[in-house]
């Protein structure tokens, strides 16, 4: 009797966990602009190339509120020591501005073709997007885009001193990363 109580409490407890209970999963990011809408403007245009889309952003749905990730992420820059200026937070989107020496900024960016600039550092403005999802999921969307300040070489070209780069996703990897083992810290 004890034998056949006991398999029944090991077989009911099993069946209340669900098999691939994950605390993260993958999600389909969101892209700048969907592809069926080009090719419905009439197709590609001269000079136009998938490496003139603007990278999506990196995505990750972890199973932590919208408030802890944006709590977290807040934390995780403070105790980084990032030096973060002009924050704006609201209920679904927490954006702000990353100093960075020119280190920093060769690491979160692509290299820039005109090798001529000599870079002195930069900022990078980061967006972190949260949505609610089913199964007490929520997205956590990441893009940075970024503006390095230095010189050029070319005596002849337009003075400037900023320049836009592209992210390389090192800053998104590494801001994902910290959310999917804070969520498995979690659980």
Sequence with gaps: MLLVFSLLVASTSVSQVPSGDHVTRPC????AEPTETRK???GKKKGDSKESLPPAPKCVEARVSALDVQEYFQKFVRVQQWSIKEQQASEETWT????LDKEKLAAYTK????Q?????G????VQVRTTEKNEGYTQVLIKATFNGFGESEDTLATRRDVWSLESNGNLETELIHAIELHAQSLH
């Design 28 to 31: 389909e990011a969101i892209t």
């Design 40 to 42: 419905a403007r009439g």
């Design 96 to 99: 702000f501005t990353i100093l």
């Design 111 to 114: 290299p820039f073709v005109d």
């Design 116 to 120: 001529r600039i000599h870079f002195r």
């Design 122 to 125: 930069g900022k990078g403005l």
